[in-house]
């Protein structure tokens, strides 16, 4: 859950860590968290603002 999120690095797939930040808000990488804890059938969602391109 959003409450949960600690800032720091990470891990993805592909190698190349995803930089969280939690000052003004969350961000990963550049991309602001609009919305949060929208609950899935299979996990829980978290909305930013734009694409992460690898």
Do not use: F, Q, R
């Not at 999120?5 to 969350?26: C, E, F, M, Q, R």
């Not at 991309?31 to 603002?49: C, L, M, P, Q, Y």
Request: aromatic content about 2%; overall charge positive.
């Amino acid at each position: 859950m959003a409450k949960d999120v600690k800032a720091g690095d990470a891990p993805t797939v592909n190698g190349k860590p995803l930089k969280i930040t939690t000052s003004y808000g969350v961000k990963v990488n550049n991309a602001k968290v609009t919305a949060t804890d929208i609950e899935a059938s299979n996990g829980v969602i978290h909305v930013i603002d734009s694409v992460l391109l690898p």
